[in-house]
């Protein structure tokens, strides 16, 4: 008996105890789903038993004649049902066509006829309920599969030496084609006693089903998955053969051989395993996530639940929202930031225990939103113009922000003549946008990163900056005071730039520019999934020469001013700067869920400056002022009375 065949056995005998939640619901017979997969290994294994009549091979023959009887008594246990005398006699059939030793067709053509009519009597969804993310199912298999099956497939990983039976190698056109996408996910969820593969139960459904669908592309060249979209979108009566998920998930590429011929079965499998998506039910994707939640929300609230209600309003920003609202705020900024404050709302109101009513009031509201959301991330919204301009001021405007930073750091260097310490500041802005590369990189093709993720990064990042950037706008403002600057910068600038504080300079160079770049790659991973590259590099590349300009400008400018009114504007700066970053940090922190809200309906939203209509980023503003202003005027005291000393 080949290899996979035992893999398979062994699986379909386990799955008559634990079957995973998403691939049978919980009222469906786990006894017809270990049948039905029996029925698939007699329709593919019997040739290896049987040919011309006679036995090709005795342990096979026996282990077809076992499957075959296991078939007829598992159906036999099944709850009645008016389909079961009609599925015992056809399992009878088929346990007389083997011990007759007929012919594979013969045979094969009874399993599946008997599989699909198992299918029709005891329902079983076979297959995950939206279209599985490959990105994830590479991460997985780089993380707990390729030690042993290779890093594209081939069974030959560094771990593989010794194993005995050896891994299977997911590469082998034969085998692939009798493989089905749910026979994969059953292997990961079960395991396989007697050998080396592992049970990967502890993964999520989800994780499940994207490690068996990538696991499901390694025998597949690009070539077959280019040949199979242009078939697939040219021919829509494929898409009556394979019409959804399910079939996709249950068929072998064998079987829709036999349906559409080679080599179009070989391409359509090649493009659409590695792009679910094509058969996956349509949605508002995120929308309708953010939909669902804030109804389960409701009906919480309405139960009395108010710890679950909360939780799941969260999850409605963070997973449904959150992901599209890069590219919203692209389409339509004013849009985007009416959703946001209308879901801030209600999570202030579910924190207070409003009325039920009211509650349901604003997830209809929202809900109207969403539908203009919709409209405004239709494919058909996407434009060259629309590209071209979110790229250009997503870019420039967040690129301003760190530039301004950057700039008042090199300006500074320069004035007090320590060349030596330019390279570090120098190495943090660098630094920054190649970790901003990588975590394109990792974001596009590795991890999804998550909306609480996202919103802690640029909260923590924001407000980490806000106090570091206070510190130095402090101490600034107390050098523009004093006087005898020269002298200064020669006794004690070098003593107080050491390599710790270049170091410092190295981080908070870095700290500001990645955060920036964060959001910018946010905003960018989104444009550029819509199309429109070329345009969307345009626009890129035009706001790096206008953040240039402005950079020559800047230093231009700084050059020709006394250092005494340098270090005065450059403390107002970074104080402004302070407070923005305040604000942007509390607004960050509310998204995930970690600060609470309270409206302020009172205070407009003007995102430039970091003011958001809520009293905690309102009072974090106030607070980080007030800071401001008495570090001003105790550094301003203090320069005094050293310049009188």
């Known amino acids: 008996m080949p290899a996979l065949a035992r893999l398979f056995l062994a699986v379909a005998l386990l799955m008559a105890a634990q079957l995973p939640a998403t691939a049978v619901a919980q ?42 009887a296991s078939v007829r008594s598992r159906i036999a246990a099944l709850p009645a049902s008016s389909a079961k005398p009609q599925l015992l006699a056809e399992a009878n059939a088929l346990v007389g066509s083997v011990d007759h030793r007929a012919e594979p067709a013969e045979v094969a053509r009874r399993a599946r006829t008997l599989a699909a009519d198992l299918l029709k009597a005891y329902p079983v969804p076979l297959a995950p309920q939206q279209a599985p993310n490959l990105v994830r199912g590479a991460a997985l298999y780089a993380e707990q599969c390729a030690s042993c099956h290779g890093a594209v497939g081939r069974g030959d990983g560094p771990n593989a030496k010794g194993l005995d039976p050896p891994p299977i190698a997911f590469t082998d056109v034969a085998r692939a084609n009798e493989r089905s996408l749910f026979g994969l996910y059953q292997v990961i969820g079960q395991g396989l006693d007697g050998t080396a593969m592992p049970s990967f139960a502890h993964l999520s459904s989800d994780d499940r089903w994207a490690l068996a669908y990538y696991v499901g592309t390694f025998a597949y060249s690009r070539e077959a998955e280019r040949a199979g979209e242009q078939a697939w979108r040219a021919g829509s009566q494929l898409h009556a053969v ?7 998930t249950q068929t072998t590429p064998a079987a829709l051989a036999a349906r559409v011929g080679e080599p179009q079965a070989t391409q359509i499998m090649a493009y659409l395993r590695r792009h679910p998506e094509a058969v996956a039910p349509k949605s508002d994707g995120g929308l309708d ?9 409701l009906n919480a609230y309405e139960a009395g639940d108010r710890k ?10 963070l997973d449904g929202f959150e992901p599209v609202e890069p590219l919203l705020r692209a389409r339509d900024g004013a849009l985007m930031a009416k959703v946001e404050a209308s879901m801030g709302e209600l999570r202030a109101s579910l924190a207070r225990g409003a009325p039920s009513a009211e509650v349901a009031a604003q997830v209809r509201g929202l809900d109207g939103l969403f539908d203009e959301a919709a409209r405004a991330l239709a494919p058909e919204q996407a434009s060259a113009a629309s590209s071209f301009l979110g790229a ?18 090199i300006a500074f260097l320069r004035k007090a003549e320590r060349h030596d310490v330019l390279p570090y500041v120098h190495g943090g802005w660098i630094a920054a946008l190649l970790a901003g590369g990588l975590t394109w990189a990792a974001a596009t093709y590795l991890i999804s990163i998550s ?10 990042g924001s407000l980490v900056s806000a106090v570091v950037l206070i510190s130095v706008g402090v101490w600034m403002h107390g050098k523009a005071q004093a006087g005898a600057w020269q002298a200064y910068i020669r006794d004690k600038l070098s ?12 981080l908070l160079a870095f700290v500001v520019v990645y955060r920036e770049m964060f959001e910018t790659i946010l905003f960018y991973a989104a444009l550029w999934s819509q199309g429109g590259q070329l345009a969307m590099v345009s626009g890129a590349g035009l706001a790096v020469i206008c953040l240039a300009v402005i950079a020559w400008a800047l230093l231009s400018y700084s050059k020709r001013l006394p250092i005494a009114q340098f270090f005065s504007y450059s403390s107002i700066l970074i104080a402004v700067l302070a407070v923005v970053l305040a604000g942007k940090g509390v607004a960050g922190l509310q998204e995930a869920g970690m600060l609470d809200v309270r409206p302020l309906a009172a205070l407009p939203r003007i995102e430039v400056l ?3 209509p809520t009293w905690e980023g309102l009072l974090a503003q106030l607070l980080t002022l007030t800071v401001v202003v008495v570090g001003f005027w105790a550094a301003g005291r203090r320069a005094q009375a050293e310049a009188r000393v």
Request: glycine content about 6%.
């Open 392 to 409: 250009f001021t997503i870019l420039l405007r967040e690129g301003v922000e760190a530039l301004l930073i950057v700039i008042a750091m």
């Open 495 to 506: 003593a107080a730039l050491s390599k710790r504080s270049a170091w410092f300079l190295f």
């Open 308 to 317: 679950r209600a909360e939780e799941l309003a969260l999850s409605a920003y």
């Open 451 to 460: 909306g609480a993720s996202r919103e802690l990064t640029e909260g923590f």
């Open 242 to 248: 394979v019409p959804d998920l399910q079939v996709l």
């Open 610 to 612: 970091g003011v958001f």
């Open 289 to 297: 996530v953010a939909r669902r939640k804030l109804a389960e929300s």
């Open 27 to 68: 009222d469906a017979p786990p006894s017809a789903a270990v049948a039905w997969r029996l029925l698939d290994y007699i329709a593919v294994d019997y040739p290896g038993a049987v040919s011309d009549g006679r036995i090709v091979s005795e342990a096979e023959y026996a282990e077809m004649r076992e499957f075959s």
